[in-house]
Nanobody, 122 residues
Framework: QVQLVESGGGSAQAGGSMTLSCAASGSIFRLLSMGWYRQTPGKPRDLVGMLPTEGNADYADDVKGRFVLSRDGATNAVNLRMTNLKPEDTAIYYC????????????????WGRGTQVTVSS
């Protein structure tokens, strides 16, 4: 099995910054990509950004220029540095990882973290 453990989150003022971290552990053969989604009540879970192990990050339009993903390959972790936060960034942020496990063969499975609340006040 694979576990994603998130850290960070909390409250911030508009214009402030915050960093979310997520570490993957378990039966990981190959970690293909990691990133973050976010969700507000009554709405679907939306992409924030994804960072492949090989290649460039992909970001949602409303976070481009403000949020940056970085990977720590040695520890299978991803960080989301959020700057110039806005009240509309308030949401539960979920870590996501796409992984081939030691028993999955060529199949790729998607794993989710439990989510961490980010609240931005004006």
């Amino acid at each position: 099995q694979v576990q994603l453990v998130e850290s960070g989150g909390g409250s911030a003022q508009a214009g402030g910054s915050m960093t979310l971290s997520c570490a993957a552990s378990g039966s990981i053969f190959r970690l293909l990509s990691m990133g973050w989604y976010r969700q507000t009540p009554g709405k679907p879970r939306d992409l924030v950004g994804m960072l492949p192990t090989e290649g460039n990050a992909d970001y949602a339009d409303d976070v481009k220029g403000r949020f940056v993903l970085s990977r720590d390959g040695a520890t299978n972790a991803v960080n989301l540095r959020m700057t110039n936060l806005k009240p509309e960034d308030t949401a539960i942020y979920y870590c996501i990882a796409k992984i081939r496990t030691h028993t999955s063969g060529s199949n790729v499975f998607t794993y989710w973290g439990r989510g961490t609340q980010v609240t931005v006040s004006s």
